[in-house]
């Protein structure tokens, strides 16, 4: 059984920064493209991100694009989504999915095989 499992969540002020962890076990992590998706209460679920199963290939959303990295450690089974300059907008539950095929970016939830419960992002003076 695939479990992936995020934190480093928590309460920023704008312009901070925060790295998020999404650490995947019961599954082969090198062979997944792993996501990020966002939601905000009364919204979509709302990509973020995503990173080849090599690392080689990354992808953002235009909201994020330029101030969030998403890497990986195979060595680790573990992703991360390094997120800077945060804005009020940012507020939401961060989530990790691994996607078990080759295409490169999946950018819709239904693209993904499994998911994490996610961590909550909470940017506010």
């Known amino acids: 059984q695939v479990q992936l499992v995020e934190s480093g969540g928590g309460l920023v002020q704008p312009g901070d920064s925060l790295k998020l962890s999404c650490a995947v076990s019961?599954?082969?992590?090198?062979?997944?493209?792993m996501g990020w998706f966002r939601q905000a209460p009364g919204t979509e679920r709302e990509f973020v991100g995503a990173?080849?199963?090599?690392?080689?290939?990354?992808s953002y959303a235009d909201s994020v694009k330029g101030r969030s990295t998403i890497s990986r450690d195979n060595a680790k089974n573990t992703a991360y989504l390094q997120m800077n300059g945060l804005k009020f907008e940012d507020t939401a539950v961060y989530y990790c999915?691994?996607?078990?095929?080759?295409?490169?970016?999946?950018?819709?939830?239904?693209?993904?095989?499994?998911w994490g419960q996610g961590t909550q992002v909470t940017v506010s003076l």
């Open positions: 999915a691994a996607d078990q095929t080759r295409h490169f970016p999946p950018e819709k939830p239904g693209e993904y095989d499994y």
């Open positions: 019961g599954g082969t992590f090198s062979r997944y493209t």
């Open positions: 990173i080849s199963w090599s690392g080689r290939s990354t």
